[in-house]
């Protein structure tokens, strides 16, 4: 039996440059939150219906909630890349021979995931303080087109891992 935790997976620069660009966006941020408080009303929105609206209010701290509440996710995520035997893949076969490749993609699929949603967050968190200096409605196509893509990429990653599975004849197990 081989030891699935000790494969050497290739060196990808997107993962580097993906994960270096979540660093930033994190602490982009919480600075660009922390420069703008001082200027924000008593209340502002926290909430907005489908259409962008507002439709509850609270104290200018929330606008670190939703960072703070969404930093142990991103880095749980980073945790779970850096280690994907740990991964379910409940439909391929690993093998000594396919875990460099599969374990790749599998890296790349959360480091993928992980930036759009902390681009997401980010752009929400500006949205919201735009929103509260009176700039126009939230959520708007960039909102929607951010969303979309993060449903995009889990298919495009579905069908690259059965791909990678029919190029290997891999089973079940």
């Known amino acids: ?69 969404s ?13 994907p035997s740990l991964h379910n893949y409940s439909t391929i076969k690993v093998t000594k021979e396919n875990a460099p490749k599969l374990y790749a993609l599998s890296r790349l699929f959360l480091t993928v995931i992980n930036f759009q ?10 949205e919201m303080i735009q929103v509260s200096k009176g700039s126009g409605n939230f959520g708007g196509w960039i909102f929607k087109f951010l969303i979309g893509s993060i449903l995009v990429t889990v298919c495009v990653f579905y069908v690259k891992i059965h791909k990678f599975k029919k190029q290997n004849n891999l089973t079940d197990e």
Request: with cysteine; glycine share 6%.
């Open 71 to 83: 930093l142990p996710g991103c880095l749980i995520v980073y945790a779970l890349s850096r280690m």
């Open 1 to 69: 039996m081989w030891d699935q935790s000790k494969v050497d997976i290739p060196k990808d620069h997107r993962v580097t440059i993906l994960n270096g660009l979540i660093l930033v966006m994190i602490i982009g941020s919480f600075i660009y939150s922390i420069v703008s408080y001082s200027s924000l009303p008593d209340r502002i929105p926290i909430h907005f219906n489908a259409r962008g609206e507002a439709d509850n209010w609270g104290h200018p701290g929330f606008i670190f909630i939703i960072q703070i509440i």
């Open 117 to 126: 949603v902390v681009l997401l967050i980010t752009y929400s968190s500006w």
